[in-house]
């Protein structure tokens, strides 16, 4: 049998039913309304039905009609409890590990991946001679066992106080006590559980969502993440699929302003996991941190309350930013002057040296009257820079004659080298050039600083 026959008959039993949301409307989706035989039941059971049409689990039977009273047979059981329980299913067997479940029968043969499924699970061992019975009807006390086995409660089933109940099989009568215990079915109106009795739909589909609720629990129920994405959309991604009717934009917030849902739409996904709003083209959102969603009242398929704790955030991202997004302007830094690197600021030319020495003498140095520069022991430079070119002497601050022993400079001159006054200008070769790129090459006796006059004679007095 092909597989295309395969996913026909599912869909004719009881396959999904894929449907999309746009705001808070249905579009084309199948509910319980859409069926005849369901307009008389009351409305719990009818939102129990509704989950289960939206969850791909059931359909009807035929058009208009879900077949409420009818009976399920074993096969049609194996993918309602394959999918209850999200239990991995190879599409590729082609053989069965029962002797009676053939990939080629034609009413029951599309059965066979969820039948293995169920038995790698440890969900079911067939029957003791190697048979599924796949054509069979399930009981209600068989049904109970499912249900049990598929919550991994196998083990509590044997530990638990079996029920007293003639109408129940001495096999089954943990598994019962569990059902009964947990919620998964109830008891008939006698007071029995009427364990023989046929399981019908109606039986299977309350079952199956108490169970699916019992599972759905025990995992993390939250917005998992938040995505900014082209066409100016917001794409949230749920850890679970959720009622549409609990979908309400207003108490979606970003960066703690509610979304107006006159201004903005949404669409759930096919399997309610993911819920895409489309942002109204005058949203706007600051880029210059990280945007912050909240989501609240969203409710599960199965009525479990979907909520992010505090502590932990919705991871968001931004594929692509809304249309209109606010992106900061950052400044450009202004330059400042480094004075430290500059020692000439406001003091000196561009191309006079610097003179380290100048009011600020060594601490070991002897007072200077004459401006604190030159050496106590030089008597003819009272001057600071102003003395005559025939002066055989070196008066000037910093710049002495070669011919002089000490450097009074501060931190210039090496003082093992007596022929190189200038302050790490010139070569120490050069005796006879102590000014600092100020006087001509030819002009060898000028140590004056281009300030003196030359008829001028030594002043001590300054």
Known sequence: MSRKFYKWMMVLTIGLTPAAFIGTNVIEAKTSADFRDLKDLDEATKAKIDAMISAGIFDGVSEGTFGLVEEMNRAQFAKVAARIYNLPINWDLKTSSFSDVKVDDAANGY???????????????GFGDGTYNPEGNVTKEQLATFLVRGLGKDREASLTTPVSDSTVSN?????????????????S???????????????????????????????????SGADFVVGNKLHLTLTAGVNADSVDLSKIMINGVPLDPKLNSYE??????????????????DLSKTPVITVNGLITLFGNVVKNEESKTIPVKLTVPPINSITPVIP??????????????????????ATPDQETGSSNESPNP????GSPNEPNNPNEGTGSPNEPNNPNQGTESPNEPNNPNEGTGSPNEPNNPNQGTGSPNEPNNPNEGTGSPNEPNNPNQGTGSPNEQPNPNQ
């Open 111 to 125: 059965a066979l991946p969820f039948i293995e499924a169920l038995k790698i699970a440890g969900i079911t061992d």
């Open 268 to 285: 759930l996904s096919e399997d309610r996991k993911s819920i895409i709003i489309k942002l109204h083209e005058g949203f706007q959102l």
């Open 189 to 223: 109106p006698d007071g029995t559980f009427g364990g023989k009795d046929l399981a019908s739909r109606e039986l299977l589909v309350t079952g199956s969502f108490e169970t699916a609720r019992t599972i759905e629990e025990t995992k993390p129920l939250e917005v």
């Open 332 to 353: 450009t830094p202004v330059p400042t002057l480094d004075e430290s690197s500059n020692p000439d600021l406001e003091t000196d030319s561009s191309n006079e040296p």
């Open 171 to 187: 096999w089954a009568s943990g598994y019962v006590s569990s059902a009964l215990q947990l919620g998964l079915l109830s008891n």
């Open 370 to 373: 004459d401006g604190g520069t």
